[in-house]
């Protein structure tokens, strides 16, 4: 029955996996994180994202591994090369990125709850302005970093659909 069907081999189960990643990946990149970013309340979004990321960028990080070990195709050199970029932005955001923000984060809560996070004016102060600054850089690297990631997933999907 499996070979009637076509099941017995790996090409249907890489293409559902390949559009679980790429899919999952952009639909919460592009619509869901916007989404809730509008709707929840800052702190309860930031919550929420650092629930998320960690999961996120680590399926960011293996997808594309299992993605080039069940290729049907036989793997070139830009295939490949797609296919490790991807992984390795996602290895960057999980590794460095991620716990840099998070870091970030933390040490903008410590000045608030220290209350040392606005000046004598009532304005921020050049500490809590110094983190609010550095955060807004890494977390731009790291969208950019994840655009990186799915726009690869993307191309291979387009040079995986024109070998078939």
Do not use: W
């Amino acid at each position: 029955m499996f070979s009637r069907l076509g099941l017995n081999t790996r090409t249907p189960y890489h293409f559902l996996f390949y559009s679980l990643a790429f899919g999952g990946a952009s639909f919460y990149s592009f619509i869901v994180s916007p989404i809730v970013f509008k709707k929840l309340p800052r702190e309860e979004f930031s919550n929420l994202q650092s629930q998320v990321f960690p999961t996120y960028f680590l399926g960011q990080t293996i997808s594309p591994i299992i993605l080039g070990l069940t290729s049907p195709l036989r793997i070139c050199p830009f295939t490949g090369g797609l296919l490790a970029l991807s992984s390795l932005a996602g290895a960057l955001n999980y590794l460095y990125l991620l716990p840099v923000c998070a870091d970030l984060k933390v040490q903008r809560k410590k000045l608030i709850a220290d209350k040392l996070d606005k000046d004598a004016n009532g304005e921020a102060s050049e500490e809590f302005k110094k983190l609010t600054k550095q955060f807004g850089a890494y977390h731009g690297i790291s969208t950019l970093v994840n655009i990186v990631s799915i726009l690869s997933l993307g191309v291979y999907g387009l040079v995986l659909a024109k070998r078939i």
